[in-house]
């Protein structure tokens, strides 16, 4: 038998839980497969998932490392994914610094679903061109 196809996930890293089930819902209902993560650290260690993952939905403000740090050592690594920023805490300032490091999207809680699904299906459809 051959190779398994490699599932693509979308990963959701809060630290509330009602937001990653919501969300996790949300995606899960349009087709997408998801999995969610409470911190920065429990994403980074599961690391087959990891390799897995096509797009990383992370919230800013976390209990230990913040989105900001998950976000620098995730770009460390050799294919990372591409990162939508979610905060309910979220000015000016933390939107720029967030695409000025080079997230995809910046957005706020209460989430646009609409947005936040036509974020999903750019990112994805360019990601899909090169395969």
Same mark, same amino acid.
């Given at each position: ?28 209902s ?9 911190? $920065?650290? %429990? !994403? @980074? /260690?599961d ?9 990383? =939905?992370?919230? #800013? ?27 309910g ?13 080079? $997230?995809? %999207? !910046? @957005? /706020? ?10 974020? =999903?299906?750019? #990112?994805?459809?360019a ?5």
């Amino acid at each position: 038998m051959g190779q398994s196809p490699r599932i693509a996930i979308i990963a959701i890293v809060d630290d509330e839980r009602a937001v990653r089930s919501g969300l996790s819902n949300l995606l899960q209902s349009v087709g997408y497969e998801t999995d969610t993560f409470d911190s $920065a650290e %429990a !994403f @980074l /260690r599961d690391s087959v998932r990891l390799a897995s993952v096509v797009l990383a =939905i992370v919230d #800013v403000k976390l209990k230990g490392a913040s989105g900001f740090e998950l976000f620098d050592t995730l770009i460390g690594l050799p294919a990372p994914p591409p990162v939508i920023f979610i905060s309910g805490h979220g000015d000016e300032t933390v939107q720029q610094q967030a695409l000025e490091r080079g $997230a995809v %999207a !910046f @957005l /706020r809680k209460p989430i646009d679903v609409d947005m936040l699904l036509r974020h =999903i299906e750019r #990112v994805l459809a360019a990601g899909e061109g090169t395969a």
